[in-house]
């Protein structure tokens, strides 16, 4: 991983998480799960809210653009990090996301630099 002038930090290439799969990554902002849905990537923390569950474990909702969570079912949209279905009800935190043209995925963590 390397930090950019802009702030976005290189965390995986776009080859390491297929369309439909989750990734996670451990940052100093904590553990981030990688989303790429329908040719979109989406950044989020990787603890369910309700019992910190990992996410990268659950699954990817295409239909919904959700994902749920393993444990307790809990479902979260991968655009907001709004929890969408309980028994979570706090939202994750969401991350700025990037692909760059030579297909590698950077993100911009909040609160501290990765």
């Known amino acids: ?3 950019l002038d802009d702030g976005f930090v290189r965390v995986a290439s776009l080859a ?3 369309d439909g799969e989750l990734r996670a990554y451990d940052l100093t902002v904590g553990r981030v799960t990688i989303a790429h849905l329908e040719n ?3 950044a989020f923390g990787d603890e369910c809210t309700h019992e910190g569950c990992s996410l990268a474990e659950g699954e990817l909702d295409e239909m919904a ?3 749920v969570c393993p444990c307790h079912g809990s479902a979260f949209d991968v655009r907001n ?3 969408v279905k309980g028994p979570a009800e706090d939202p ?3 991350y700025p ?3 760059t043209d030579d297909g590698w995925i950077e993100l911009r ?3 501290g630099e990765a």
């Open 1 to 3: 991983m390397s930090d």
């Open 16 to 18: 390491e998480v297929p």
């Open 40 to 42: 979109e990537v989406f």
């Open 65 to 67: 653009d959700t994902v």
């Open 81 to 83: 990090g709004e929890p």
């Open 92 to 94: 994750l935190p969401v």
């Open 97 to 99: 996301v990037r692909v």
């Open 109 to 111: 963590p909040v609160g």
